[in-house]
């Protein structure tokens, strides 16, 4: 069992930046791929960005822009979100799942969430 806590969110101007943090318990973290997706009002959840053992991956979307990393010592996960865009305005998940999946970039490809947290970029 995994139980995951965003944070970070916020209020920022377009071509800003944020880090948004995720806290992870359990002894098992090092053992998970974890992947950061969002969910704009009205839209279905989207993927963002996952981390496995040695490999990141990014949505087109946000490549350039954000960067995926984890510290498997203190069970953190984390985005870094540079220039931003109004477009990226949505509640952000973080999530955790198996390493060896066939669709690393669909929901069903993790098995526990975080509560979310709010991003909100002005323009």
């Known amino acids: 069992q995994v139980q995951l806590v965003e944070s970070g969110g916020g209020l920022v101007q377009a071509g800003g930046s944020l880090r948004l943090s995720c806290a992870a318990s359990?002894?098992?973290?090092?053992?998970?791929?974890l992947g950061w997706f969002r969910q704009a009002p009205g839209k279905e959840r989207e993927f963002v960005a996952r981390?496995?053992?040695?490999?990141?991956y990014y949505a087109d979307s946000v490549q350039g822009r954000f960067s995926i990393s984890r510290d498997n010592a203190k069970n953190l996960v984390y985005l870094q979100m540079n220039n931003l865009k109004p477009e990226d305005t949505a509640v952000y998940y973080c999530?955790?799942?198996?390493?060896?999946?066939?669709?690393?970039?669909?929901?069903?490809?993790?098995?526990?969430w975080g509560q979310g947290t709010q991003v909100t970029v002005s323009s």
């Open positions: 359990g002894r098992t973290f090092s053992s998970y791929a």
């Open positions: 981390i496995s053992t040695t490999t990141a």
């Open positions: 999530a955790a799942g198996a390493t060896a999946v066939v669709f690393p970039a669909v929901v069903s490809a993790y098995d526990y």
